[in-house]
T-cell receptor, first 109, second 113 residues
Framework: DAKTTQPPSMDCAEGRAANLPCNHSTISGNEYVYWYRQIHSQGPQYIIHGLKNNETNEMASLIITEDRKSSTLILPHATLRDTAVYYCIAAYNTDKLIFGTGTRLQVFP | GAGVSQSPSNKVTEKGKDVELRCDPISGHTALYWYRQSLGQGLEFLIYFQGNSAPDKSGLPSDRFSAERTGGSVSTLTIQRTQQEDSAVYLC???????????FGEGSRLTVL
């Protein structure tokens, strides 16, 4: 599975959009991009995943560049409850999702 | 229940004892996963089950660790002769679709004294 690179931490003001970048320059054509988050002391929570097209659900939007070498997770209106570690994962299937160190997002009032 | 259930939620044991951690996946989910997370660290993949078989055991840290799954449902992770470095939160997840969404339990926190 392709390696992903994320910034270790980011801040975002409550009510503003949080844009979390992820680099996966070695991703192969059949690998999906998955996003999970982990709120303190809880198990990770699935957010969204995509292959080529941009995706949107009730939680977030996923924007994947045309060359698929990077992506951005967008939380359109961040709340304090969105404070968490966000993991970007590139994988063919979910047999063995490798979670890296992620981005620690701090939403402040 | 509606989600993945793990027990015990907390376990304190003495070095050298054996422990068993249990995972009840969401009903109908064929895939089951075990991860562990040491304090302040990321998630470490341990093992994956498809049905009752484990195609990938490569993440088990040593031969003191074993896991089984019966009836395509409940899974048990066993750690023999526990060591202090085994202290961590052990997380279980299940999924129905590939590729798809992993549903995680709240974890079992193991402390080895």
């Amino acid at each position: 599975d392709a390696k992903t690179t994320q910034p270790p931490s980011m801040d975002c003001a409550e009510g503003r959009a949080a844009n979390l970048p992820c680099n996966h320059s070695t991703i192969s054509g059949n690998e999906y991009v998955y996003w999970y988050r982990q709120i303190h002391s809880q198990g990770p929570q699935y957010i969204i995943h995509g292959l080529k097209n941009n995706e949107t659900n009730e939680m977030a939007s996923l924007i994947i560049t045309e060359d698929r070498k990077s992506s951005t997770l967008i939380l359109p209106h961040a709340t304090l409850r969105d404070t968490a570690v966000y993991y970007c994962i590139a994988a063919y299937n979910t047999d063995k999702l490798i979670f890296g160190t992620g981005t620690r997002l701090q939403v402040f009032p | 229940g509606a989600g993945v259930s793990q027990s015990p939620s907390n376990k304190v044991t003495e070095k050298g004892k054996d422990v068993e951690l249990r995972c009840d996946p969401i009903s109908g989910h064929t895939a089951l996963y075990w991860y562990r997370q040491s304090l302040g660290q990321g998630l470490e993949f341990l093992i994956y089950f498809q049905g009752n078989s484990a195609p990938d055991k490569s993440g088990l840290p040593s031969d003191r660790f074993s896991a089984e799954r019966t009836g395509g449902s409940v899974s048990t992770l066993t750690i023999q002769r526990t060591q202090q470095e085994d202290s961590a939160v052990y997380l279980c997840a299940s999924s129905q679709t590939r590729p798809g969404e992993l549903f995680f339990g709240e974890g079992s926190r193991l402390t080895v004294l």
